[in-house]
């Protein structure tokens, strides 16, 4: 089964620019999508310093516009900014140009090692505060009561008078009391406020060390997520080159997706596609859709005029883009065949089959198109024989029997040489029920056969817009694939089955298996399994991660109802009339 199919549109709106990066591995397309849009952002800062570079060149101008020396030193600078424009127009041609010649000397094959994720977790460990410092017991306080000398009357007095004496002695007694209570009530009262203080800074602090370890678990835990994410992206890596290695066949689609999407063209190139690998002939069917004439340079020259202080650009004659046009597609068609060839290191791939598409408008209907202008069919020995260093693109693209009209860039439609497979005896012609369906008619009730062919009917509508085949298989009950999509879509698309249960219980998980199973024996990329009833929780467990899509009643109505088919389900009034 074809590996589910990752992309990102990376846009840069100051540039103007788009483009879908696109593969099988999702940390790949996210290395690959965050370098591009790096790229594009150093290409906006330049564009933009150039663009100050101008605006103080204009000042300068205005501020000196009487100075004839500085008047004389910007004209210079201005042709020599016309120059530069001209410099990189004819590189820019040259770059088409040399699009076959750029890639001999690449090695286009794929090194794995470089493909994982090899990143340290970014994140730094959080760092802990320090505890508040505890603050510091009080001792007990010391009272020092020294007695007051009595004065000599006092001595006097006592030497006739005991009691005199005796008195004198009790008050200082008294006094030695008092101050010791004193300082007993104060140390009792530091003793109190320290204790609270202490109790706040022991909180403060426990408080901290929990938000701490809290902060270091949340860290552990993403840390650990993001090696497990980094592991498992690059365990994918080793098995899919486990798996290429062993020339499994999706492992070579998806070998090949990666070799073109590793190709570098100029931004504007659409550069998406769609592979097929036929293992019994060894057959690699490339769809690739190919730039428009409007994706190619078309500036040829610029010259300061100094009149009107501007610096005039221009194009290449209409005969000139047209010849650049057609042999860019020559040469793509023939990159695209060495690229594929070279990077086989296992040479799984004995022939490859080439259509170039290009996504435009029908002049005639206005509405989107997209026309094979150029086919192509080689085989491994036949192109390794070619110097394609030495060759001239048209006369080896016709050399191979390729196919293209005389005119590339008229956009003419030409027959692929291989078509990617569509043909399966199963299918039957459908029939048109969507039509027949009355308002308010409960389809819960409607005969299997019928309800079979409103699926497909149904998702024929759906897929409208995007050129879809929608098929409906023979007449069957046995668990098979009632329907087959063939959308076309290089990114989303390819075939797609689908399954129909006309049920009115709930659908159990063995359903659901039959659908990855029947995906599995097509080789198909999604899977839809669509009933009247509801699914179990073990249907959606089952489904989880993989590409399978479960429409239930509810969504089947909400389909038809876009659709402005106004049926409905009634599973109680059905129960009594069908069965599962």
Not at 29 to 47: G, I, L, P, T, Y
Not at 66 to 90: C, G, I
Not at 561 to 571: E, M, N, S, W, Y
Request: with cysteine; aromatic share 6%.
């Amino acid at each position: 089964m074809p590996a589910t199919k990752y992309y990102i549109d990376v846009s840069h709106a100051g540039l103007g620019k788009f483009q879908r990066i696109q593969g099988t591995d999702r940390s790949v397309v996210n290395r690959r999508a965050a370098a591009k849009q790096r790229e594009w952002d150093e290409q906006w800062a330049r564009r933009c310093a150039v663009a100050e570079t101008k605006q103080l060149r204009q000042e300068e101008r205005e501020r000196r516009a009487s100075d004839r020396d500085a008047q004389r030193a910007y004209v210079e600078a201005r042709k020599r900014e016309a120059e530069e424009v001209t410099a990189a127009a004819e590189d820019a041609v040259r770059q088409i140009e040399q699009i076959l010649q750029h890639t001999l000397n690449v090695d286009d094959r794929i090194d794995f090692e470089t493909l994982k994720d090899k990143s340290a977790f970014a994140e730094a460990r959080p760092l802990a505060v320090p505890p508040q410092r505890l603050p510091e017991q009080p001792q007990p306080l010391a009272v020092v009561y020294v007695a007051p000398a009595p004065s000599f009357w006092t001595q006097l007095i006592e030497v006739f008078s005991e009691s005199a004496r005796k008195r004198r002695l009790a008050a200082h007694a008294e006094q030695r009391r008092a101050l010791d209570a004193k300082a007993d009530v104060e140390y009792s009262r530091q003793m109190d406020s320290w204790r609270l203080d202490l109790a706040d800074r022991q909180r403060a602090n426990a408080e901290q060390a929990d938000i701490h370890r809290m902060r270091i678990a949340s860290w552990s835990a993403r840390k650990a997520l993001f090696e497990a994410q980094q592991k498992s992206g690059n365990d994918g890596i080793n098995l899919l080159k486990q798996r290429y290695n062993a020339r499994d066949p999706d492992a070579i689609e998806q070998h090949a997706a990666l070799v073109l999407g590793a190709s570098n063209y100029p931004d504007s190139f659409p550069q998406t596609f769609a592979v097929e690998y036929r293992n019994e002939s060894k057959l690699l069917v490339v769809e690739y859709v190919l730039p428009l004439p409007a994706h190619l340079p078309n500036t040829k020259s610029a010259k300061y005029v100094q009149s009107k202080d501007e610096i005039v650009e221009s194009e290449l004659s209409e005969s000139a883009q047209k010849k650049l046009y057609d042999g860019c597609i020559y040469q793509i068609a023939l990159r695209s065949l060495h690229e594929l060839l070279e990077a086989d290191v296992v040479r799984a791939v004995e022939a490859i089959a080439f259509n170039g598409l290009v996504e435009t408008i029908d002049g005639a209907t206005g509405k989107p198109i997209r026309p094979c202008i150029i086919t192509v069919q080689a085989s491994r020995t036949e192109f390794e024989q070619i110097n394609l260093s030495a060759v001239e693109p048209r006369a080896c693209f016709r050399k191979l029997k390729g196919i293209g009209s005389a005119q590339l860039h008229a956009l003419a439609a030409v027959p692929p040489l291989v078509r990617f497979n569509k043909n399966d005896d199963r299918f039957v012609e459908g029939r048109a029920v969507l039509e027949g369906v009355d308002e308010g008619q409960n389809i819960a009730c409607m005969p299997w056969e019928d309800f079979e062919h409103l699926i497909r009917d149904l998702f024929e509508r759906e897929f409208a817009n995007q050129d879809a085949d929608v098929r409906i298989t023979r007449a069957s009950r046995d668990g098979g694939v009632d329907a087959v999509i063939f959308d076309p879509d290089p990114i989303r698309g390819g075939k797609l089955v689908v399954q129909a249960k006309r049920y009115t219980n709930t659908v159990g998980v063995a359903a659901v298996r039959d659908l990855y199973g029947a995906m599995t024996a097509e080789r198909a990329s999604k899977g839809i399994l669509v009933t009247t009833a509801s699914f179990g929780h073990d249907s959606y467990e089952f489904a989880r991660d993989k590409p399978i899509t479960l429409l239930d009643g509810g969504g089947l109505l909400h389909l038809l109802q876009k659709h402005g088919v106004p049926a409905r389900i009634d599973l109680r009034q059905a129960k009594g009339l069908v069965t599962n």
